[in-house]
């Protein structure tokens, strides 16, 4: 069993900037990726950033160059750090960890979930 607990999310004005944090607890041995997924209103979940244990990371398109995404495996902590956000960020930010299937260098994975934090930009 894995628990994620998630925070740092919020409301920010466009352009702005905003940092969240996922502690995974558990049997996390087997698994090989954690990472962020979100779920805007009225669309489906996507692949936000990953990262594998290792330190490799894989982001989707409309976040390279805005979005980091790291992890301090001593304390099994994964960050995204948002910058030069729009209001087309706005989501529920899920955060994840499973074993990653690669299709076309697009990652795959989640076998456990966070509860999930809002993130609303603002025009």
């Known amino acids: 069993q894995v628990h994620l607990v998630e925070s740092g999310g919020g409301l920010v004005q466009a352009g702005g900037s905003l940092r969240l944090s996922c502690a995974a607890s558990?049997?996390?041995?087997?698994?090989?990726?954690m990472g962020w997924y979100r779920q805007p209103p009225g669309k489906q979940r996507e692949l936000v950033a990953g990262i594998s244990s290792s330190g490799r990371a894989n982001y989707a398109n409309f976040v390279k160059g805005r979005f980091t995404i790291s992890r301090d495996n001593a304390k099994n902590t994964v960050y995204l750090q948002m910058n030069s956000l729009n209001p087309e960020d706005t989501a529920v930010y899920y955060c994840?960890?499973?074993?990653?299937?690669?299709?076309?260098?697009?990652?795959?994975?989640?076998?456990?979930w966070g509860q999930g934090t809002q993130v609303t930009v603002s025009s």
């Open positions: 558990g049997s996390l041995f087997r698994y090989n990726a």
């Open positions: 994840t960890i499973g074993v990653v299937s690669s299709t076309g260098g697009s990652w795959s994975f989640g076998d456990y």
